[in-house]
């Protein structure tokens, strides 16, 4: 049975930096899977903002948050990593970390698991991790 199980977040300042980490479990540490980074904010959608595919590393990101958050992998343990720097008021959110059951669809040129593609994360039904919350004050 898979599970992702979260930690990290927490409460920060503008400009200030944080982390959240998922382990994956159900998987064997080594085999290829995507992931994805999701958040949600009071009162608006829950949007993908990152992906990962393990079998490559290659990453994508929403234009909101490229360049300030970093997305990484530890085939060893299965944990997957959200570094957020830069933090401003509107990235306060609750932050989950998402699987697709069954497996992903890689895009075969640029090796990642498109985030608007059409198999891409909110076109699954995913498994989810119990989200973090990450408050970021002005």
């Known amino acids: 049975q898979v599970q992702l199980v979260q930690s990290g977040g927490g409460s920060v300042q503008a400009g200030g930096s944080l982390s959240l980490s998922c382990r994956v479990f159900?998987?064997?540490?080594?085999?290829?899977?995507?992931l994805a980074w999701f958040r949600q904010a009071p009162g608006k959608e829950r949007e993908a903002i990152a992906t990962?595919?393990?079998?490559?590393?290659?990453?994508e990101y929403v234009d909101s948050v490229r360049g300030r958050f970093t997305i990484s992998h530890d085939s060893a343990t299965a944990t997957h990593y959200l570094l957020m720097n830069s933090l401003k008021p509107e990235d306060t959110a609750m932050y989950y970390c998402?699987?697709?059951?069954?497996?992903?669809?890689?895009?075969?040129?640029?090796?990642?698991?498109?985030?608007?593609?059409?198999?891409?994360?909110?076109?699954?039904?995913?498994?989810w991790g119990q989200g973090a919350q990450v408050t970021v004050s002005s």
């Open positions: 998402a699987t697709p059951r069954g497996g992903c669809s890689v895009d075969t040129a640029t090796g990642t698991w498109r985030l608007f593609g059409p198999n891409g994360p909110h076109r699954v039904n995913p498994h």
């Open positions: 990962i595919y393990t079998g490559s590393g290659n990453t």
């Open positions: 159900g998987f064997n540490p080594g085999v290829k899977h995507c």
